[in-house]
């Protein structure tokens, strides 16, 4: 199994400053990583595809980078909105689809 | 509107079965992979299992294999998953997620429509 581990488990970050996420894989993946986000009550949603591309809708604030083993989710300038969990998912072969743990991005 | 709903949570004894359906709309369900992933309280996402556009393939992650089964009715617009032998571990919200496709029906192995969940609480 692929082990998926992001950090830091927490994020404190003001409004308007740039938040960096990690996603490390425990074997290389190439480019085949996904972002979603998720707040309290709801179901995760799309930010990014192969490691790189924004989904349909996803500010252009969000961008993401990486390949092979290290990837990273950057928030250029945080937006109240943007406060929620945070996951990677590697799906480099079916079905040993795997998710990181997650970051919470909270403010600081 | 795209819309996936799931039902058929409950409060179920360890050892024994449940049957949980997503009703889908809004969309051409005939020609979409659709997987289930779960979320125990408080903790991350973890992958279950999925079934392709066509019920070709039907796969799993390990610790449901032998357990669980996913199946789809495409006439219907719905997706189930039959689980057997449950374990206290199996306690989780259950989502179920369209995976994106190509122009060829298959599947990129992300997702990007999720319904809300429906709960199973595996407790004696």
């Not at chain 1, 590697?90 to 990181?100: R, S």
């Not at chain 2, 359906?21 to 979409?32: H, K, L, Q, R």
């Amino acid at each position: 199994e692929i082990v998926m581990t992001q950090s830091p488990a927490t994020l404190s970050v003001s409004p308007g400053e740039r938040a960096t996420l990690s996603c490390r894989a425990s074997q290389s993946i190439s480019s085949n990583l996904a972002w979603y986000q998720q707040k309290p009550g709801q179901a995760p949603r799309l930010l990014m595809y192969g490691a790189s591309t924004r989904a349909t809708d996803v500010p252009a604030r969000f961008s993401g980078s990486g390949s092979g083993t290290e990837f990273t989710l950057t928030i250029s300038s945080l937006q109240s909105e943007d406060f929620a969990v945070y996951f990677c998912q590697q799906y480099n072969k079916w079905p040993q689809w795997t998710f990181g743990q997650g970051t919470n991005v909270e403010i600081k | 509107e795209v819309q996936l709903v799931e039902s058929g949570g409950g409060v179920v004894q360890p050892d024994t079965s449940r049957r949980l359906s997503c009703a889908a709309s809004g969309f051409i369900f005939g020609n979409y992979a659709m997987h289930w992933v779960r979320q125990a309280p408080g903790k991350g996402l973890e992958y279950v299992a999925g079934i392709t556009y066509n019920s070709g393939a039907a796969d799993y992650a390990e610790f449901v294999k032998g357990r669980f089964a996913v199946s789809r009715d495409n006439a219907r617009n719905s997706l189930y998953l039959d689980m057997n032998s449950l374990r206290d571990e199996d306690t989780a919200l259950y989502y179920c997620a369209r995976e994106v496709r190509n122009s060829n029906n298959v599947g990129r192995g992300f997702f990007d429509q999720w319904g809300l969940g429906t709960l199973v609480t595996v407790s004696s």
